[in-house]
């Protein structure tokens, strides 16, 4: 078991940097108040998990394509179907990380096995040149591959031609990608490359968080060195750092569904404290718009509507001083199904077998404020354990924690564990979901 595969998938060029990386009312809680929901060390059984609709795709919590040899601790997988537009000549991928915290679908190229379908994709060009994308995470690591176009299907939904990333083209690929630039310097100096399964973890990533494009008006406008590149004809031989404009750039899939395309909700079961072998949940497609996926009591959190890099987040403060180490004024934080701990700013003694999480000497009981843009607010409890002990214990067979936490300066995570027994919704920037304007997250938890 790979313990050390902590990541946090929240993109760096983003500004965002961790460790390691029923009826559907409006609710109450959209004014200024403060509640308080289960934390994550429950056992009870949680919200609801909607099964076997059209707009419901299983996910589950495990250690993902690698196996416990090599795989992730507390990532959440699924399965996608991608086809060459407009045609049946499809391949369905599993072991793709379902990511809140990102958005856009990033197919690993060794997972792309399909020699039609691979040679039917073909890279999205501008002026000439042919775009790449390099994606910094905030374990410092990057990937790096073309943008191509494809028809996404998940579950019973479908959108047509939508702009992907297929990472890690540099290594072995038979399809119309195999000359494909390698990674400029300009996207590669100071990181790490991520670009294979055994260093990755997952055949790809769904990023399925509250903004449209994976990066928005920043890139249609500005340049740098973390986003899109022009790579070949206008720009030479090699690949230079360009804009990318906003219908090109690697979109989220939900917004281009023709139906239930408002907006996802996760929905997991609670797991004990001593953690679990797998999880079987259920990622929900739309808010209010069939039967399995309304809002109902959920509290809401409005999140930044920048529509650009970095939307998504609201403030997290340690509100009665309950987390050891946590000072000062509240700090930016998202809800990351991606990162696979609670991060946060804490002299919590950190773990000697694995550095990026905390090892308290017993288990503590904490909690946290979250606080919307809207000034909407709520108390979180949650535990912090020894994550050593618990990666130990069962022979190192669980995958699933609702207790492990671990270092972040000046920024709150609120990953995966913070997702067990709660049913987490993220509407999409400027939709009206059951009557309140997106981008906003929101949870029911008992």
Do not use: H
Not at 3 to 30: D, F, H, K, T, Y
Not at 113 to 141: F, H, K, M, P, R
């Amino acid at each position: 078991m790979n313990a050390l595969r902590n990541v946090g998938l929240a993109i760096l060029a983003a500004g965002i940097v961790v460790a390691c990386g029923g009826g559907g009312g409006v609710p109450g809680s959209l004014g200024n108040s403060s509640s308080s929901s289960s934390g994550g060390g429950s056992s009870s059984s949680g919200a609801s998990i909607a099964t076997s609709a059209s707009n419901v795709q299983p996910i589950t919590v495990g250690f993902g394509p690698l196996g416990q040899s090599g795989g992730y601790i507390n990532g959440v997988f699924t399965s996608v179907t991608i086809c060459a537009p407009g045609t049946t000549n499809c391949q369905t991928i599993s072991g793709i990380l379902v990511d809140s915290g990102s958005e856009g679908l990033r197919i690993l190229a060794s997972a792309l096995t399909s020699s039609s379908l691979a040679g039917a994709l073909q890279a999205q060009t501008s002026n000439g040149s042919e775009i790449g994308e390099c994606v910094v995470y905030g374990d410092n690591t990057y990937t790096w591959g073309p943008v191509t176009r494809a028809d996404i299907q998940i579950s019973g939904e479908t959108a047509s031609s939508v702009p992907i990333n297929i990472f890690g083209t540099s290594a072995t690929f038979s399809g119309n990608f195999a000359g494909f630039p390698s990674p400029p310097s300009a996207c590669s100096t100071g990181f790490t490359e991520n670009d294979t399964l055994d260093t990755f973890g997952a055949n790809g990533v769904l990023g399925i968080g509250t903004a449209v494009q994976d990066c928005g008006a920043e890139c249609a406008n500005v340049v740098d060195n973390y986003d899109y590149f022009a790579c070949g004809g206008t720009s030479g031989p090699s690949c230079a750092p360009s804009t990318e404009s906003l219908p090109n750039q690697v979109q989220n899939p939900v917004p281009l569904f023709a139906t239930d395309n408002n907006g996802v909700i996760i929905e997991l079961p609670s797991i004990p404290s001593t953690g679990q072998a797998s999880v079987s949940g259920s990622l929900v497609f739309g808010i209010g718009t069939e039967s399995n996926n309304a809002l109902g009591s959920a509290q809401v959190l409005t999140v930044t509507d920048n529509g650009d890099i970095g939307s998504g987040s609201f403030s997290t403060k340690n509100s009665n001083g309950s987390i050891p180490g946590f000072t000062g004024s509240a700090v930016t934080a998202i809800i990351d199904s991606g990162s696979n701990g609670l991060f946060f700013p804490s002299s919590i003694t950190v773990c000697k077998d694995q550095s990026s999480f905390y090892c308290p000497s017993a288990t503590e009981n904490y909690s946290a404020q979250m606080i919307g843009t809207n000034g909407a607010s709520v108390t979180i409890p949650f535990s912090v354990a020894n994550a050593d002990a618990l990666f130990d214990n069962n022979g190192g067979n669980n995958a699933a924690f609702n207790n492990i936490a671990g270092p972040a300066s000046q920024f709150f995570d609120w990953g995966l564990p913070f997702f067990f027994g709660r049913n987490v919704y993220f509407a999409i920037n400027g939709d009206v979901v059951s009557g309140v304007t997106g981008p906003y997250n929101a949870f029911i938890a008992n």
